[in-house]
Each structure stands twice: as C-alpha cells, then as structure tokens.
C-alpha cells in the first residue's frame, strides 16, 4: 500500500521553528518531485515549497521564502520541511505529495492538482 505519512507538527510561538517530515512506505520518492502544501481554516489549500528528484532544485511560495526549507534525504525516503520564524499565519494543517515527472531536475510547482499521493497531514499552530 502507497502511503505518505506526515509527522512533527505541533504548537509553536511565533518566531519559533519546526521540522516536517513526510515518510513514504510502499514506494519510493525517488522517482517523485515533492511539495507541501497547506490548509488554513477557511481557506483554499496553499502551495508552499517543492524539490525535484534529485533535490537539486527547489521551489518556494512568496509567503514563506526565506523562512522555510525544504530537503529530501533519499536514505531514509523522506522529505522535510524545516520551518523557521514562524508566524501566526502559518497555522495550517499541512500535507505533502507526490508528481511524477520525467525531468529530474523539475521541482514540480506548486499547483494541488498536479499531484497525488496525498498524506492525511500534521497541524501546525503558531500562537503564544
């Protein structure tokens, strides 16, 4: 069975960090671009970063460049996120997934419905 799993949210002050990790079992994500996605209450679900398949080439959305990192490690076939100054905003439940593509240096973008694969997501709440 293909799965994704996502772990490491929780609840964070502002300005504080954590790391995502999305695990796959059933399969390889090496032969995936990834992204992260996430899902604020009440609003539409928000691509935020992407890596290729070789980890070469990354992706970010404007609202968290420069705050936010994504990484993949192909020995454990899992990707991060690692998620610093964070902000009141960037509560969300967030997911991660999958895009096949051929190119291996494409990150893969960061529209929902070019992927599939989904994981069932970890919350994030940033609040003091």
């Known amino acids: 069975q293909l799965q994704l799993v996502e772990s490491g949210g929780g609840l964070v002050q502002p300005g504080g960090s954590l790391r995502l990790s999305c695990a796959a079992s059933?399969?390889?994500?090496?032969?995936?671009?990834i992204a992260w996605f996430r899902q604020a209450p009440g609003k539409e679900r928000e691509g935020i970063s992407c890596?290729?398949?070789?980890?070469?080439?990354?992706n970010y959305a404007d609202s968290v460049k420069g705050r936010f990192t994504i990484s993949r490690d192909k020995a454990k076939n899992t990707v991060y996120l690692q998620m610093n100054s964070l902000e009141p905003e960037d509560t969300a439940v967030y997911y991660c997934?999958?895009?096949?593509?051929?190119?291996?240096?494409?990150?893969?973008?960061?529209?929902?419905?070019?992927?599939?694969?989904w994981g069932q997501g970890t919350r994030v709440t940033v609040s003091s």
């Open positions: 059933g399969f390889t994500l090496d032969y995936y671009a």
């Open positions: 997934a999958t895009q096949s593509t051929n190119n291996p240096n494409y990150p893969g973008g960061l529209r929902a419905y070019d992927y599939y694969n």
């Open positions: 890596i290729s398949k070789n980890g070469a080439n990354t």
